[in-house]
């Protein structure tokens, strides 16, 4: 089964500055897709970033940005010039696209990394 | 833009009490998911279901159940609810199962205590 990890439970940033989360992820499969999740206080779960595995390019989505290395099974998201709205929990999920993958059409999240911003 | 619609919002229940929990999906969104988040923890993967169909299974107690209906609108029952039970319930909906591609939304959640 997949398994996915983030090792740092808290992370703080002043406003302006950058930031960057760690996310390891374990799978035998080639064919699969990332996510950052944002989960702000209201506990709403907002897309952030999606990075597909065949995909050697980094995806990035304005102020956000992922590190993805697939021989290390490791994707990171960068967050620059923060701001007092990107406080939130955030969470990476992995989710499968090979048919009869035990994580297939479904996310599996890491444990989540709480982000405060301070002004 | 529609998004995914979670009802209630907010539930009070005893326990040994039944619960329902509704979710509709985006327009032509055909699968429907349910996550269960603990406190302080990450969402769990309960069930899904693609056009109507039950598409997988995660860790569901056997006291729930849930359905597609026909017009894609899903329901999650908990039955002789327990104090463990207190949860975050996310609804999530995609068009299509068969591709990783397809991108979840998330409802808002409906957060069930059970005292």
């Known amino acids: 089964a997949q398994t996915v990890t983030q090792s740092q439970p808290e992370m703080s940033v002043q406003e302006a500055e950058t930031v960057t989360l760690s996310c390891t992820y374990d799978?035998?499969?080639?064919?699969?897709?990332l996510f950052w999740y944002k989960q702000p206080p209201s506990r709403q779960m907002i897309l952030v970033i999606r990075?597909?595995?065949?995909?050697?390019q980094n995806a990035t989505e304005n102020r956000f940005s992922v590190n993805f290395q697939k021989a290390a099974k490791s994707f990171s998201l960068k967050i620059s010039d923060s701001q007092l709205g990107d406080a939130a929990m955030y969470f990476c999920a992995y989710r499968s696209d090979e048919a009869g993958g035990t994580s297939y059409g479904k996310l599996t999240f890491g444990q989540g990394t709480i982000l405060t911003v301070h002004p | 833009a529609a998004g995914v619609i979670q009802s209630p919002r907010h539930l009070i229940k005893e326990k040994r009490e039944t619960a329902t929990l509704k979710c509709y999906p985006i327009?032509?969104?055909?699968?429907v998911y349910w996550y269960q988040q603990g406190p302080g923890q990450d969402p769990q993967f309960l069930i899904s279901f693609y056009e109507k169909m039950q598409s997988d299974k995660g860790s569901i107690p056997d006291r729930f159940s849930a359905q597609q209906f026909s017009d894609y609108h899903s329901e999650l029952n908990m039955s002789s609810l327990e104090l463990g039970d207190s949860a975050l319930y996310f609804c999530a909906s995609s068009r299509g199962y068969r591709s990783g591609a397809n991108v979840l939304t998330f409802g808002a959640g409906s957060r069930l205590t059970v005292l």
């Open positions: 327009p032509r969104h055909d699968t």
């Open positions: 990075q597909e595995a065949y995909k050697q």
């Open positions: 799978t035998s499969e080639s064919d699969y897709y």
